[in-house]
């Protein structure tokens, strides 16, 4: 007779997963990517999490619809990087009556509903749009008309960082904004916005580029070239996030300055969701530390780069 196959005991019932729903903006852009692959890594090397995630497409309302069937599905936390500041009154009213915490990350929502999340991960792009402005100011000496690449209309990453570098600009005024558009975060759209802008008036005397997120920086920097440009000599450019192409760039001399804002934020989601659930306070800003990245910095760091 065959010998008696001795059935494994069945595993002991793992302890409850913690499960988290996260709503992604879309795939906009570099940083973005090194977010999802950060948030998407850490769930799957983490044996107490299950991750539902749902990318938006850069629209609201696939984010307002995902939000509603992690309500439905009964997560235990929701997450999400709000695409625009405005229009989630009723769906994190929806997402507190149904006792579920949001935790927002790399994007914030207006003020006046705060007690609708729990807590903020990410960065002070007010800080950064400073940075930028001082760095900016720095390599034009002081005088120069800007153009400036603005992100996604309406986002908190690109009002805040308009709000930094605007103000900080102010205080110059020998340098000038002449020209201010979106360019959605986007790198294709961000070339086509620069090559306009090159060929209107403005464009014949213009000395730097600031924009809001690399990609667009280097779709101008594209631009610029085919306009037979040198970008980061003829004209001076500085961006926000610091993907690894934009220090190759700096490296090429072809950017000037990059500010860093992380978007390797899986881990602090995740820990941040636990604490929830095991009852723990947390701030409401968990803040991103930065740093500003040019010239020798910038090529020093660029082997040890995570994204
Ligand atoms: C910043 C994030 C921004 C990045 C862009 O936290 O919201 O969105 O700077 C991305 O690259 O599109």
């Known amino acids: 007779a065959a010998p008696a196959t001795t059935k494994e005991a069945p595993a002991p019932t793992d302890n409850k997963k913690l499960v988290v729903g996260f709503s992604q903006i879309g795939a906009e852009s570099g940083w973005r990517g090194a977010e999802t692959a950060s948030i ?16 938006a497409q850069q629209k609201q309302e696939n984010q307002i619809k995902a939000i509603r069937t992690f309500i439905a599905q009964k997560v235990d936390v929701i997450a999400m990087a709000p695409v625009v500041e405005t229009g989630w009154e009723a769906v994190l009213t929806e997402a507190k009556n149904a006792k579920i915490p949001v935790i927002l990350v790399d994007r914030n929502i207006d003020k006046k509903n705060e007690d609708l999340y729990t807590t903020f991960i990410g960065s002070d792009f007010v800080l950064e749009g400073q940075n930028a402005a001082k760095a900016m100011v720095e390599h034009l000496g002081g005088k120069g008309n800007i153009v400036e690449l603005e992100g996604t209309v309406g986002a908190s990453a690109a009002v805040d960082r308009k709000k930094g570098f605007d103000d900080e ?71 926000i996030d610091g993907i690894k192409e934009a220090f190759e760039a700096i490296k090429a001399g072809k ?34 530390n930065e740093e500003v990245f040019s010239g020798q910095k910038a090529i020093d760091a660029l082997p040890n780069r995570k994204y």
């Not at 602090?268 to 991103?288: E, R, T, V, Y």
């Open 169 to 239: 600009i102010k205080k110059h005024p020998d340098i000038k904004i002449v020209k201010s558009q979106s360019g959605d975060f986007n790198r294709a759209t961000g070339k086509q916005v620069m090559e306009a802008i090159l060929k209107s008036p403005e464009g014949k005397n213009i000395q730097g580029v600031y924009a809001h997120n690399d990609d667009m920086a280097l779709g101008a920097i594209q631009a610029i070239e085919e306009a037979g440009k040198k970008p980061g000599s003829d004209i001076k450019i500085v961006s």
């Open 40 to 55: 998407q890594e850490t769930a799957k090397n983490d044996p107490t999490i299950e991750l539902k995630f749902s990318d």
């Open 255 to 288: 950017l000037n300055t990059v500010v860093e804002c992380n978007p390797l934020l899986g881990p602090q989601l995740f820990q941040a969701a636990k604490d929830l659930k095991a009852g723990k306070q947390l701030d409401k800003w968990i803040k991103s």
